[in-house]
Each structure stands twice: as structure tokens, then as C-alpha cells.
């Protein structure tokens, strides 16, 4: 007998796929510790489409995160401490901050807005003061004054100055702040861009000279970084720049690494965690002993690493069209939109993990999937190959094949729209065996409201 959880990759660390399993009767199981939940029975309880977030996946990935990295660097004896920070532009969910900042996490935001979210946490009382909370992006006036306000309650807040203006605009600022370099450094993946505007050329930074309360060097050279010779040559180029810059700001003692640790989007295996972090430990370290300097506190942003694999996103096939002349034999058609609910598949070409729910055991079929909106850009082709799903036709009429999209949680749902005026799935939210709505299927009524009607 074929061994169908292997054929759909589930069970595999890497993949972010270990809680993922299939029952006797070819359905779709996720395993919270001993709670087991039933994804066929939450489509019958929530209907499709529908969006399922799993907390406790977010919590396990950070504990591994926080794992790995004390392991190593007490095995390279690297005298320094490190520190996560969660970007949170990543998803700003709810039902994603609190748990990680709970569970030891920092924060990271890139907006006015965001930062928002921190003083609203704070006056609810569910904000430690000592977490502390880095601020990337444009500071216009507001979100000045909300760093300032903020840092006035004693929050520790850090602001990364970008550009000269920005340093003038913090010159008086009262706490620690951090610089941002953009690192010439070239990386495999689509946001590595030739010429971008993020942060300060290194030869600017060290014209800079001294700057006040100088805590953290910052960099981060876009996401999925898909090599870790480039994660790895990316560090060693920082910790370059943080051993000139602190001969000029003894205060400097933390290198901030950013975010872009690949994520196993696709059922191919990238660079493991344990990889990573031991390699770029082993790099700093080494650096530091050369240069003579105690070796920085380290952070990361890794952002989609911790959140993608916690969210999956469902869809129901709703019917099916031939294609001719293709690779790919069928369309499936699906009841949600990919341009509207997953736009990285439309804006940057992603691939994705996908599999059915139930049928998982029948024989399949080369499709591409279709979104319900009336763009001939709302589809999903693996690129230009084809998806594996059971064939409709040998089903009956019983039941309707779903199917789930893996690794959903990052971005996805802040960058969510309305081509055609589709209602965006529901949101639930699965913990401690619990299942809670943390987003009513948007009725015709609320989606024209949006729209002034
Ligand atoms: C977007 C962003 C991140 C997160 O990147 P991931 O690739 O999702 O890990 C981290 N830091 C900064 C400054 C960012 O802008």
C-alpha cells in the first residue's frame, strides 16, 4: 500500500509539515500535542472558504528558535546574549502577538500604525515594559511623537534611524537607537534588489561619526533568502561594518541580522534552522575574535520562518474544465480567490504546499486551480506546472473535495483585497483544543460598505 503521508509530505520537520497527518478514511488531521482536530470537520462546522491559524504552532516554532540559538551559542562559548524580535508587518494578528510576545518575543514594526498596536497592548495591560520594540519604516511627525510619547512611559522603544533626516529628527532622543546599513551584499531572492532604499550606504554610515545612544547595527537585505552562503555572507558583511562603526560608538553592542530565513514554501527542502544559526554564530565569532572585539548581542527578524507554516488556507473545488493541450488536464475551480486571499501566488510568482483534505487516498489528477474572480490572472499553476489532486470524477456525488493551501500565516492576510467583490474567507482560530472565530465570513452587506455603499 502506497504510504500516502509521505506522498503528500507531512510528518517532516523541514517542511514545517510534523503536526500534519492523514487518518484511515483519507482526511486531513492536525495534532496539537494529544488534541487532534479533524480538518473535514471544521469546513462542516465553519464552512469554505476558511483560514485556520494555529497558535501553538507559532509558540513551538519560537521555543525551537530560542533553542537553537542558546545551543549554539554556548557551543561556540560566544559571549553574547540573543534576542528575537517578530516583525510584525508579517501578520499583525491578534491571535499571532500575544502568544509570541508572551512566549519571549520582542517586536519589530515597520509603521505609525503598527507601533499603535503597542500602546493599545500596553493600555490593556498586556504589555511588559521590557519588551523592547524596534521601529523601522518612515518617521513622519506622528509616528515621532508616538515614539517619543511611548518612550515617555518608560516603554523601550528603539528607533532605527534610516536616512540623515531621521538622525536630525532623534538627535534628542531620550533612549537607545539603532542605524540601518544597507549592505552591499547580493542574495538570492526576489526582493534582492540592485538599487533599494532602505537604510544608509556603509560609507555613509561611518561618515556619520558619532551618534548618541548608538545601541544597534541594522540590517535586513529582503526575504526568503534562498541560500544560506548568502544569510551567511550577509552576517559576516555586517559584523564588517558593526567593527568600524564601533570604533567610533563604544555604545554599540548588538548586531541586528533582520529578517529572510527561507521558508520551505514548496515541498522542497531549504537550509535547516540548525544550519543557519550554527553558521552564522561560527561566523560572528569568529570575526570578533580577529578583531578583538566581545562579540555582539545578536537579533533576528525572522518573520516568516516563525509564522507561515501556522496558518493554512482552505478551499472548497466547487467544479471542474478541461484544458487542452496542457500539462496540467483539468481546471479546478475553488470557491475563493488566490488574487484576493493568497496575492503573493499573483504578485511574486509563490509556490505553495498544496493538498486535498479528504480523498487523500484516491487516484489523482494534473490540474491547475482557478479563483472565483473573473481575472485570468486568479489561478495557481505551480509555475507553469501542475498541482496533484484527486480526480473529481471518481468521487461521487456525496461529498465535496477540499483542499488546503500550507504555510498561509505570513502576509497574506494584510495584503487580502476584494477583486470582484469577494467576501474574504473566515478566520478561525485552533488552541488547547479550542476553536474560536476570529473572523465572520464577510457578508455582501459588510463588503459594500467598504466601498461607501
Ligand atoms: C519584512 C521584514 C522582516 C521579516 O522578514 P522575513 O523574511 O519575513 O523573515 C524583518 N525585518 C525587517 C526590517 C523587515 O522589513
Redesign the pocket.
Known sequence: MKNYKKFWKLGIEELGTKDFDINKDGELIVREGNYQYNILDLIKKFGAPLEILFPWLVEKRLHNLFETFNYYLKAFNYKGKFFYHY?M??SQNKEVVLPLISEGANL?V?SANELWLVKKMWEQNQFDSRIKVIC?GPKTNYYLSLISELREKNLNIIPIIEDLLELQALINYRGDVGVRVDLDVRVKSHWDKKIDRFGFSWQEILDLGRIRNLKILHY?NG??VERLEDLVAQAKRGMEVYVKIKEKNPTLDTLNI????AVSFTKKRMYTLDQGVKKIIKTLKKISEKMEIPPPHLIC?????IVAPAQITIFRVLFEKKIENSIAKKWYIIDGSFMNDLIDTWAIRQKWHVIPVNFMKEKLSRVWLAGSSCDSDDKYTAGGNYILLPRLDELGEAEDLYIAVLDTG?YQDALASHHCLLSSPAKIVAQNGILMVARKRETPEEVGKLFGW
Do not use: D, I, L, T
Open positions: 516583525p508587518k508579517v519589530e515597520s523601522n535586513h526575504k526568503q533582520g529578517g529572510g530565513f527578524e525572522w518573520g516568516s520562518y505570513a
